[in-house]
């Protein structure tokens, strides 16, 4: 029996050993995949730049090969970041190879309308080369139709439609809920605007709420008509008539209206772009995709010491190390250790954050406030960079953000739930509590806070307001009083934020690059995208050991329902003072 035992035991070993060799094996197969992918790519005369966005828009290009891997399908495709598609149109701009670009934008993943201006706005400086730019899509979206918008010619699908509908914000109240589950939120904070916990508390939007979203919307949908209008040769007046009337739904009213040029399959799209490329007749054109041109080495690649550091600050504001948020602990390593490197001449902060935990917020604020004093530091807005997101760009010598962007939301709060009655009426379940002073289970989910502990919590946010305005205060060089005025937690877009002096300057990454070159003197630079992504190796380690199976099959089917769950679970488990943006902000 103790032979079997052994002769069992050494089975499962080996079998156990051999598993995770070709789990080894796996990882090894994927980073040689991922490593010769970076091979030299060279193109043809008369090639075509296919612009194609149906994978997910990140910040910045991923390392890791399962950021968008689809275990469903077991396929991966290599998503680009917005760094990377903007990089790549500048650098088509001047090779002799791209003929023009081609978009295909049946579908546009984009998180939001700052993302996709931001590609607009390279997209025209591009088309300053004289080179075609060609739109085609068999559907399309409101946001897709922004981006085609810039195009020299767009083409749809016969039977394809467009849609022009104006914008909306949608909010979801959960207050019936935790009425029914007898949960009740116990809500802190300091401004009328600082709508992130209404929905625990009503059932609708407040008059106040409802007064800043409609001043959003119009100044975001007053700037993509704008451009629509300047592109397009119609009129602002036009486009909301045809918005409010739906009298440009199908391909031929579109084309009666001036939205498009002409209904086209895509064959015969093809046949254009061949013409628009001078490529021999009967001959379909040559194309590259984004991924693969990311590859190409311009020829007119400059090398030098000095630096201007791209920091990437993305996500919710956490305490801690989080891959998946932005972390104080390393943001603010990275910012210190760019402030100390002598070859960095100038920090460039990308910022794209709700906000979040205020003390993290106020960590990183004082690394960038020594930066500044060190050297030039610049601040780029992507989509977000509002409350505790605004709070970290407050010392920086010149912000910018996109007209698009959401930003400001001055404001603080602390929620706190108590679960007390719905856990004695639901479950049966009462609570207990043996303590050495009065407070010591304060904030605990069984009880209510007492008049004391609601006063304290009062007065701590109170302070932290202070501090926040103080530091926008000294940083836009304005008053406090004034600071207040504009605060409150009230959301303004990038073109308000700038009236408002919340913001200097409108534009994105490569123009707040080239401010913080201007700044530092510099004629001959070099980028480095901080902080340094993790080895292939690590990366796929870490989501294993930090993401489910189950939840990493499940990413690629329900990503919408796993971003909401995620974000009110982090909701919930960051209770507390935060200075955040109202997560659920999603504009379309």
Not at 367 to 386: H, T
Request: hydrophobic content about 40%; glycine content about 6%; proline content about 4%.
């Amino acid at each position: 029996m103790k032979e079997f035992f052994r002769a069992f035991l050494g089975s499962c070993l080996g079998v156990l050993i051999s598993f995770l060799l070709l789990i080894l094996l796996g990882f090894s197969l994927i980073g040689i995949i991922a490593s010769s992918s970076e091979e030299k790519v060279e193109i043809a005369p008369k090639t075509i730049l296919k612009i194609e966005l149906d994978q997910p828009i990140f910040e910045r290009t991923p390392t890791n090969p399962f950021d968008n891997f689809d275990f469903g399908s077991m396929k991966s495709n290599k998503p680009l970041g917005l760094n990377s598609i903007v990089s790549n149109l500048k650098k088509a701009k001047t090779d002799p190879n791209i003929a023009g670009v081609y978009m295909d934008l049946t579908t546009v993943n984009a998180p939001g309308f700052a993302t996709v201006q931001e590609i607009r706005n390279a997209i025209v400086d591009f088309k300053k080369s004289g080179k075609f730019v060609v739109a085609f899509s068999d559907t399309y979206t409101q946001i897709a139709y922004y981006l085609a918008s810039a195009a020299d010619k767009i083409y749809m699908n016969p039977e394809g439609n467009l849609e022009l509908l104006g914008l909306k914000a949608q909010v979801m109240f959960y207050k019936g809920t935790l009425d029914k589950l007898g949960v009740q939120a116990q809500i802190i904070r300091h401004g009328k605007f600082k709508s992130a916990v209404e929905p625990f508390m009503l059932d609708k939007m407040s008059p106040a709420n409802r007064e800043q979203m409609d001043a959003l919307l119009g100044s975001i949908w007053n700037e993509m008509t704008a451009e629509i209008s300047k592109s397009r040769n119609v009129s602002a007046e036009e486009l909301n008539n045809i918005a409010n009337n739906l009298s440009a739904p199908d391909g031929k009213s579109a084309v009666n209206a001036k939205l498009v040029d002409e209904l086209l399959y895509k064959d015969q799209v093809i046949a254009k772009l061949a013409s628009f490329a001078k490529v021999e007749k009967d001959k379909d054109p040559e194309a590259i995709s984004l991924a693969k041109y990311d590859q190409v080495i311009p020829e007119d690649q400059k090398y030098s010491k000095e630096k201007i550091a791209v920091i990437y600050a993305n996500g919710e504001v956490v305490m801690g190390s989080d891959s998946k948020n932005l972390s104080e602990k390393e943001i603010s390593a990275t910012i210190r250790e760019a402030r100390k490197d002598e070859n960095i001449k100038a920090i460039v902060l990308r910022v794209n954050s709700p906000g979040g935990s205020a003390l993290a917020s106020e960590i990183i604020w004082r690394e960038m406030e020594l930066a500044r004093k060190a050297k030039p530091v610049v601040v780029s807005m992507g989509d977000l960079a509002a409350s505790g997101g605004y709070y970290i760009t407050a010392p920086a010598n010149v912000i910018y953000a996109q007209p698009t962007t959401l930003t400001g939301s001055i404001g603080v709060f602390g929620v706190l739930f108590n679960a007390e009655k719905g856990l004695k009426d639901k479950l049966g379940i009462t609570v207990d509590v043996a303590k050495t002073n009065s407070h010591a289970d304060m904030g605990q989910p069984f009880r209510m806070l007492n008049n004391d502990e609601t006063a304290a919590i009062q007065k701590e946010i109170e302070r932290i307001y202070g501090t926040f305005t103080g530091h926008v205060s000294a940083g836009r060089r304005l008053p406090v009083s004034y600071i207040d005025s504009i605060g409150q937690g009230r959301v303004w877009s990038g073109v308000m934020a700038q009236k408002l002096k919340l913001v200097d300057k409108l534009g994105g990454l490569t123009d707040a690059i080239a401010e913080a070159a201007k700044l530092a003197k510099l004629k001959e630079y070099k980028t480095v995208d901080l902080p340094e992504q993790k080895s292939t190796f690590s990366q796929i380690m870490a989501e294993f050991t930090g993401e489910s199976i189950s939840t990493m099959f499940a990413r690629g089917q329900f990503e919408e329902s796993i971003k909401s769950y995620n974000e009110i679970r982090s909701f919930i488990k960051n209770q507390g003072v935060q200075a955040r943006l109202p997560f659920w902000l999603e504009i379309r």
